[in-house]
């Protein structure tokens, strides 16, 4: 992929972000604003949700976003001696232009880059070493998978062409009611058939081979969903994307994003669990029927409730994740969707590495390797393995060399033992382990997606991570239920779930 077109792209769009936007909440009010909005969950979906709903439903309205445990959700960082590491979502793509438009607008730098090189381990030895010469690595590949790499980036770049469309239809103010509709205005029926079959099967449909396949791809979907490429074909490629060069992460951390969006939001921080939601009616003044959102909580200061007009739920409605209950609601609404969140356990060591763990006889001063991904095998318990950069790199900062003590992020789908951490290390001093429900299960096909739209005006933000999870795609999600909420209520379904939107939009510009 040529790095200038991504740049020239993003700038068009970036462009057309901050110069061309339909702004809704400057149009013409169909009925007069609501005057509460819930926000259940503080994580970048969440928090997201409520500098949207803020946009578009403007000053007057009060929200409260909900969360009991830090602002951040799946992101967070740990603290280790002097420094900050990185434990949750790491890197953001290039062409991720929310994120870009969040720090600009919040004025968070990007973190300093630390040059890095790869490796891949099957469990016994380094198969692949990067080299720090491109023109090397570049006849490493061609010599034993052929024009694959070429070809796989050639394969990513067209379905990133067609995902780009999303900011296009959010900037003009268009809508969507569930996941399938969203994804078949990016790409039509290919983006849906690649959300419905394997990784796997697209890649091999496309002529990939399967060693290709076995030593390359299946790397990369294991340290970024910790599963096997038998993920859905959508996910699938957005993992492939996120392997790309230029990837970038917010300076401090990027649980910043997160804090910024809600005070820029001016949302009031409810530190609460919310335990269930009921509907309720009650009559006007005027003699019609007005109705509302009863949310139910439990903070410090005990249980208590509060009216909404507009509810958002940014946290996973799934077993294991939450136990909101839901009252009143006509059809029922489910507390639990089908499906299950995929455990990866991070654990991160500040410890000297063991060079015969990864099988190298070459000595730790002279391993420059950073990151270690592996293959889909039994013999391996890890999913991969990399030395940490601190979230803020100090002047004059370099990468400690492996013979000395570091941290390292192991990526595993069990928490480690003690055992293994002793094959892993020659010694260490401290741990720090964190297991996430991090992201859903991808098996496909997964015929029961959540729906955006829960009731009239209550919607789900988790829904579109069924279809690929990342931060740029929970900041889509909360884009598209923040136009949701203003489209219902203003009247406006002209802009929710039309047809042939590229087209138009084209042939408007």
């Known amino acids: ?47 997201a949700a409520a500098y949207y709903l803020r946009q578009e439903f403007g000053a007057g309205v009060k929200i409260d976003v909900f969360e ?25 793509h290039p062409l991720n232009l929310h994120m870009k438009h969040f720090i600009e607008r919040l004025g968070i730098p990007q973190r300093k880059d630390v040059p890095s090189k790869m490796a891949i381990f099957d469990g016994k030895e380094l198969t692949f070493e990067e080299s720090d010469w491109f023109i090397v690595n570049f006849f490493r590949m061609l010599w034993r998978f052929g024009f694959n790499l070429l070809r796989m980036r050639m394969w990513v770049e067209g379905f990133l062409d067609k995902f780009m469309r999303t900011y296009q239809y959010q900037q003009f103010g268009y809508s969507f009611s569930n996941v399938e509709r969203l994804l078949h205005a990016m790409g039509g029926d290919t983006f849906l058939t690649l959300v419905n079959q394997t990784l796997e099967e697209a890649m091999l449909a496309e002529g990939f081979s399967q060693v290709f396949l076995n030593d390359i791809v299946a790397p990369i979907t294991r340290v970024n969903y910790g599963q096997s490429v038998r993920i859905n074909g959508f996910v699938g490629v957005v993992s492939i994307a996120g392997a790309e060069s230029g990837l970038w992460a917010v300076d401090g951390g990027n649980k910043r994003v997160c804090s910024g969006l809600l005070y820029h939001s001016k949302s009031e921080l409810i530190p609460a669990k919310v335990t269930s939601i009921s509907y309720k009616t009650r009559p006007s003044k005027t003699g019609t029927t007005n109705s509302f959102y009863e949310v139910n909580y439990v903070g410090d200061s005990g249980s208590a409730h509060s009216l909404y007009d507009i509810v958002v739920i940014a946290t996973a409605l799934h077993q294991g994740k939450s136990d909101i209950t839901f009252s009143g609601f006509s059809p029922p609404i489910r507390s639990h969707f089908p499906g299950r969140y995929h455990q990866t356990v991070t654990t991160l060591v500040h410890g000297k590495l063991n060079m015969s763990y990864l099988g190298c006889a070459q000595p730790a001063s002279k391993f420059t390797v ?3 991904l592996t293959t889909d095998c039994k013999d391996s318990f890890i999913n991969s393995l990399s030395s940490l950069d601190p979230v803020h790199i100090p002047p004059g900062y370099k990468r400690p060399p492996a013979s000395e003590k570091t941290v390292w992020k192991v990526f595993s789908p069990k928490p480690l033992t003690q055992e293994q951490l002793g094959e892993m290390f020659l010694s260490w001093d401290s741990v720090s382990e964190t297991p996430w429900l991090a992201y859903p299960s991808y098996r496909p096909p997964h015929r029961n997606t959540p729906p955006f739209i829960l009731h009239n005006r209550m919607y789900y933000l988790n829904a579109l991570e069924w279809a690929a999870s990342a931060m740029e795609m929970s900041a889509i999600s909360a884009r598209n239920a923040a136009l949701l909420a203003h489209h219902h209520w203003h009247g406006l379904a002209s802009k929710i779930d039309q047809e042939d939107l590229h087209t138009r939009l084209r042939g408007e510009l």
């Open 370 to 372: 950073s990151d270690v």
């Open 1 to 47: 992929m040529n790095p200038h077109t991504l740049s020239l792209r993003a700038l068009l769009f970036l462009g057309l972000w901050h110069t061309g936007r339909w702004s809704l909440a400057s149009a013409p009010e169909l009925r007069e604003q609501p005057r509460n909005i819930a926000v259940v969950g503080a994580g970048i979906g969440g928090t």
């Open 68 to 92: 009991p445990g830090d602002v951040g959700g799946r992101l967070a960082t740990h603290k280790f001696g002097d420094f900050e590491y990185e434990t949750g979502g790491a890197v953001i």
